[in-house]
T-cell receptor
Framework: EAGVAQSPRYKIIEKRQSVAFWCNPISGHATLYWYQQILGQGPKLLIQFQNNGVVDDSQLPKDRFSAERLKGVDSTLKIQPAKLEDSAVYLC???????????????FGEGSRLTVL | AQSVAQPEDQVNVAEGNPLTVKCTYSVSGNPYLFWYVQYPNRGLQFLLKYITGDNLVKGSYGFEAEFNKSQTSFHLKKPSALVSDSALYFCAVRDITGGGNKLTFGTGTQLKVEL
């Protein structure tokens, strides 16, 4: 079974530039997540989609971050303009829709490491 | 809000010795608890989970975790550590408030297994 695919794996940009990350979840997983992992910290949820609707974006800095999941499959996360503090690994994860048959396990991609200079 | 705490930033253990990585939780309702491992420059890999039932949960790579309701703990254990177990370990709790299904992670514990 193919896992969660993310690209690019690494990106270096200067502050105030823009960047976009792409994620393709596991086939059949209706729920998709973007997490931000800053060095030395645990992953923090930025946004959660169920199909192509947003379930939770309470911790997404909406003045500079945006995400979309058109057609309920692939997703892109964009940062514009980037700040130094956005340097982090951006992890995409997917899962089945929560329910009695789904115990909440998330499957993660390899991550996209962003360095803002 | 649901949360987990990992009190140790780093745990050092000699190869062949037992290891324990600590996690405590704070939840309303029944806890759904998870352990994930992260190797350098990789994503998070699922190790094991506690949903209900036996307090001792067995997972991948010989790891197990003990759920203790009275102490609100979910410590990760392994009887005999390997150098290859050296990695960053995260405890997480499922949060279904607001109709979501997110995992809230601890700050992580770096495990170093030495020869």
């Amino acid at each position: 079974e193919a896992g969660v695919a993310q690209s690019p794996r690494y990106k270096i940009i200067e502050k105030r530039q823009s960047v976009a990350f792409w994620c393709n979840p596991i086939s059949g997983h209706a729920t998709l997540y973007w997490y931000q992992q800053i060095l030395g910290q645990g992953p923090k949820l930025l946004i959660q989609f169920q199909n192509n609707g947003v379930v939770d974006d309470s911790q997404l800095p909406k003045d500079r971050f945006s995400a979309e999941r058109l057609k309920g499959v692939d997703s892109t996360l964009k940062i514009q303009p980037a700040k130094l503090e956005d340097s982090a690994v951006y992890l995409c994860a997917s899962s089945l829709i929560p329910g009695t048959a789904n115990t909440g396990e998330l499957f993660f991609g390899e991550g996209s490491r962003l360095t803002v200079l | 809000a649901q949360s987990v705490a990992q009190p140790e930033d780093q745990v050092n253990v000699a190869e062949g010795n037992p290891l324990t990585v600590k996690c405590t939780y704070s939840v309303s309702g029944n806890p759904y608890l998870f352990w994930y491992v992260q190797y350098p420059n990789r994503g998070l890999q699922f190790l094991l989970k506690y949903i209900t039932g036996d307090n001792l949960v067995k997972g991948s790579y010989g790891f197990e975790a003990e759920f203790n309701k009275s102490q609100t703990s979910f410590h990760l254990k392994k009887p005999s550590a390997l150098v290859s177990d050296s990695a960053l370990y995260f405890c997480a709790v499922r949060d279904i408030t607001g109709g979501g299904n997110k995992l809230t992670f601890g700050t992580g514990t770096q495990l170093k297994v030495e020869l």
